[in-house]
């Protein structure tokens, strides 16, 4: 059974940095993809940044050059480097996990953490 934890969440000021972990137990596959998402009051979860074991990242045009998305295999762990937040950042985020699939990664994914709370105030 796969686990993920997240952790690092927090308040930051408009402009400050943040890092999110995410703890990852039971994951024995070589094929995956891992994501991080986020939902804000009101909205529609959205994907953030993702990364798969063909070395693809990808990431939502609104975090492109600010965010970052690491996977230390390690550690088991992967993070989300928030660097130059803004209030517009401020949501539950969650990572997740799956398998890489023939076409990539798949649209919803199969495992999920808890989600760790980040506020960005203006």
């Known amino acids: 059974q796969v686990q993920l934890v997240e952790s690092g969440g927090g308040s930051v000021q408009a402009g400050e940095s943040l890092r999110l972990s995410c703890a990852v137990s039971?994951?024995?596959?070589?094929?995956?993809?891992m994501g991080w998402f986020r939902q804000a009051p009101g909205k529609e979860r959205e994907g953030v940044a993702s990364?798969?074991?063909?070395?693809?990242?990808r990431y939502t045009d609104s975090v492109k050059g600010r965010f970052t998305i690491s996977l230390d295999s390690a550690k088991n762990t992967l993070y989300l480097q928030m660097n130059s937040a803004k209030p517009d950042d401020t949501a539950m985020y969650y990572c997740?996990?799956?398998?890489?699939?023939?076409?990539?990664?798949?649209?919803?994914?199969?495992?999920w953490g808890q989600g760790t709370q980040v506020t960005v105030s203006s």
């Open positions: 039971g994951h024995s596959y070589s094929s995956y993809c």
């Open positions: 997740a996990a799956d398998t890489l699939r023939w076409f990539g990664c798949p649209i919803v994914y199969k495992y």
């Open positions: 990364v798969a074991s063909d070395g693809k990242t």
